[in-house]
């Protein structure tokens, strides 16, 4: 989906790592389309804000704030982009500035949009999100869900400014650890895919550079074709001609396991993601 318009909205991200900083830098790159007022932002890790210190461009709408509490004080929309570990901590802090006509959207992985309420108090809006790491270039798959509170409109307006990043689909929070397993941790999937077939090239003799790039381009080839209507059997049949290089290709792939291979690691970042969410409602219990 395209930016939504926020006009008016002050916008407050704490936490500018790798997820954190691609939602600021899809925020300044997309300001002619959102209408924002200001940005703060806060890092407990001072490293993390340097860039955006020397930068008198940035700094012309993004303002570096010395504490989450001012961060939550000035914003009406709070992204926290923290590790799960410190949710807790950070959240307890900025509760007494988070109120009710205020929007929390959260980026924590396996943490529970009734546990940030929890810590935030009664009537307090939550949005639980799911990103990857394609964020870095404007290619995340953000999947998106309300907490008790939020309403459909404070959904939307967390999607606009997300979409800044990629791609933004809302699902129900039951569904997010099978997408943590699918695109969160399915990236890193994909790039060993592209590793491995680049790997490939480079053992019949192409340069490491021009494999790895061609390997990755036709990856991006297949992904646009599958968007565009086309199936995965579809693009095998158009591709594998009677006794050509494709089916020869596919039969190697095949008699190695390599789709139950990814099924496999699909379903066990699955596991591993329910068992995270488990172990924090567990721990607030």
């Known amino acids: 989906m395209k930016a939504k318009k926020v006009e008016g909205n002050r916008i407050g991200i704490i936490g500018v790592g790798n997820i954190g900083s691609s939602i600021l830098r899809g925020l300044l790159a997309a300001d002619s389309g959102t209408g924002l007022e200001r940005i703060f932002i806060y890092d407990a890790n001072k490293k993390a804000i340097l860039d955006f210190e020397s930068d008198s461009e940035i700094k012309a709408i993004v303002e570096i704030c010395t504490s989450n509490e001012e961060v939550a004080k000035n914003s009406e929309v709070i992204i926290l982009a923290v590790k799960p570990s410190v949710v807790k901590a950070?959240?307890?802090?900025?509760?007494?500035?988070?109120?009710?006509?205020?929007?929390?959207?959260?980026?924590?992985?396996?943490?529970?949009?009734?546990?940030?309420?929890?810590?935030?108090?009664?009537?307090?809006?939550?949005?639980r999100v799911m990103p990857n790491?394609?964020?870095?270039?404007?290619?995340?798959?953000?999947?998106?869900?309300?907490?008790?509170?939020?309403?459909?409109?404070?959904?939307?307006?967390?999607?606009?400014i997300l979409s800044v990043i990629g791609s933004v689909y809302s699902v129900s929070e039951s569904d997010l650890d099978?997408?943590?397993?699918?695109?969160?941790?399915?990236?890193?999937?994909?790039?060993?895919?592209?590793?491995?077939?680049?790997?490939?090239?480079?053992?019949?003799?192409?340069?490491?550079?021009?494999?790895?790039?061609?390997?990755?381009?036709?990856?991006?080839?297949?992904?646009?074709?599958?968007?565009?209507?086309?199936?995965?059997?579809?693009?095998?049949?158009?591709?594998?001609?009677?006794?050509?290089?494709?089916?020869?290709?596919?039969?190697?792939?095949?008699?190695?396991?390599?789709?139950?291979?990814?099924?496999?690691?699909?379903?066990n970042a699955t596991k591993r993601a329910t068992e995270i969410s488990r172990m924090d409602a567990a721990n607030e219990e």
């Open 178 to 267: 099978v997408i943590t397993g699918l695109s969160g941790s399915g990236i890193a999937f994909f790039a060993a895919i592209i590793d491995a077939m680049a790997d490939g090239g480079v053992h019949e003799g192409l340069p490491r550079d021009l494999a790895l790039a061609i390997s990755a381009e036709t990856a991006l080839g297949a992904a646009k074709m599958v968007l565009a209507g086309d199936t995965p059997s579809a693009i095998q049949a158009m591709t594998a001609s009677p006794g050509g290089t494709t089916i020869r290709g596919l039969y190697a792939m095949d008699s190695r396991g390599v789709k139950a291979a990814m099924m496999a690691a699909v379903i």
């Open 90 to 127: 950070v959240v307890k802090e900025i509760a007494p500035f988070i109120t009710a006509d205020k929007i929390l959207i959260s980026v924590a992985a396996g943490v529970l949009t009734k546990t940030i309420e929890g810590y935030l108090g009664e009537g307090k809006k939550v949005i």
């Open 133 to 160: 790491i394609g964020a870095r270039v404007s290619e995340s798959v953000c999947a998106v869900c309300k907490g008790r509170y939020a309403e459909t409109d404070d959904e939307e307006l967390a999607k606009g």
